[in-house]
């Protein structure tokens, strides 16, 4: 069982490759966000996850509190061996439970056709009339059960800051409470300090992000469908930089374009508005009124 030691404990020394300069897309101005050649050198902390149940085992190595090596291994795929850059990371993770429908239907259909067939073969039947079906039932039961747990999934997952994609996922809990939650703590604090020390724009930020994925698409990492669907989505972002302010023209009839990004100077602007009515008002009804003959 895997648990979180310094990185001086460790024999095996994972290699991580020097971050190459990948051409231009047309749409996206790429330009990076962080040093070229830039290799990570210190490792800080280590966290090793096995469950036996799911077959699976990966291991993580935090570098310079930027960099993470990602190793990985189940029994029916090839070992995955790559990294990725804090910087890209969104800080907050998610809970994420997933149950496998069709295993958890058969579970429960064949659990209670088991409840029955014992009951019936103890109480009503022969003691050998229904056994070999009871027999069957059960373990047909206990098959779906081991299918159930291996293909349902409690995890915590971080996303890419604007491709929303499933960059890296924690095992809860594995391999106990304590490691599992510093550790995510940890890679949640050191995405935050990373990404809040960029100076560069938004799209570059859009654009070094694009690289990442790209570079996840050739290494295997990432399916390229995945990937086509990431590379629309941050071109939208792109497009729509200059579509997330106020569009307000008196020429225009006073009408105002509202998006969800800008609500709280909506808001603002209103309340300003309401409150230079009021006081108008206010003023109006102050005036002295002049005595008639």
Same mark, same amino acid.
């Given at each position: 069982m895997g648990s979180l030691n310094a990185g001086n404990n460790m024999s095996n020394v994972i290699t991580m490759p020097m971050i190459s300069s990948i051409e231009? %897309?047309?749409?996206?101005?790429?330009?990076?966000?962080?040093?070229?050649n830039a290799v990570?050198?210190?490792?800080?902390v280590e966290l090793s996850q096995f469950s036996l149940l799911k077959s699976y085992c990966v291991h993580y190595t935090l570098f310079d509190g930027h960099f993470l090596s990602v190793y990985s291994k189940t029994v029916f795929?090839?070992?995955?061996?790559?990294?990725?850059?804090?910087?890209y990371l969104e800080p907050t993770p998610r809970r994420i439970l997933?149950? %496998?429908?069709p295993a958890l239907y058969a579970t429960g259909i064949l659990s209670l056709a088991a409840v029955v067939l014992i009951l019936i073969n103890g109480f009503y039947g022969e003691p050998w009339t229904l056994l070999p079906i009871t027999v069957a039932t059960v373990c047909s039961?206990?098959?779906?059960?081991?299918?159930?747990?291996?293909?349902?999934?409690?995890?915590?997952?971080?996303?890419?800051?604007?491709?929303?994609?499933?960059?890296?996922?924690?095992?809860?809990?594995?391999?106990n409470q304590r490691a599992c939650k510093d550790f995510i703590e940890m890679i949640a604090s050191a995405s935050h300090a990373v990404s809040?020390?960029?100076?560069?724009?938004?799209?570059?930020r859009l654009g070094a992000e694009l690289r990442e994925h790209r570079r996840l698409r050739d290494e295997g990492i990432l399916p390229s469908?995945?990937?086509?669907?990431?590379?629309?989505?941050?071109?939208?972002?792109?497009?729509?930089?200059?579509?997330?302010?106020?569009?307000?023209?008196?020429?225009?009839?006073?009408?105002?374009?509202?998006?969800?990004?800008n609500l709280r100077y909506v808001f603002k602007e209103l309340f300003t508005r309401i409150v230079k009515k009021i006081v108008s008002i206010q003023k109006n009804n102050k005036k002295p009124v002049l005595p008639t003959s």
């Open positions: 231009e %897309d047309n749409e996206i101005l790429l330009e990076s966000s962080y040093e070229e990570p050198q210190t490792r800080l795929s090839k070992p995955k061996n790559y990294w990725l850059d804090l910087a997933t149950v %496998d429908g039961a206990s098959i779906a059960l081991l299918v159930l747990i291996y293909r349902s999934k409690d995890r915590v997952v971080f996303f890419s800051r604007y491709g929303r994609v499933n960059w890296l996922e924690f095992l809860i809990n594995k391999p809040s020390h960029q100076s560069s724009r938004h799209e570059q469908k995945v990937y086509e669907d990431v590379k629309g989505r941050l071109l939208g972002q792109h497009a729509n930089l200059n579509n997330t302010f106020i569009e307000c023209d008196d020429h225009k009839d006073n009408q105002m374009e509202i998006n969800s990004s």
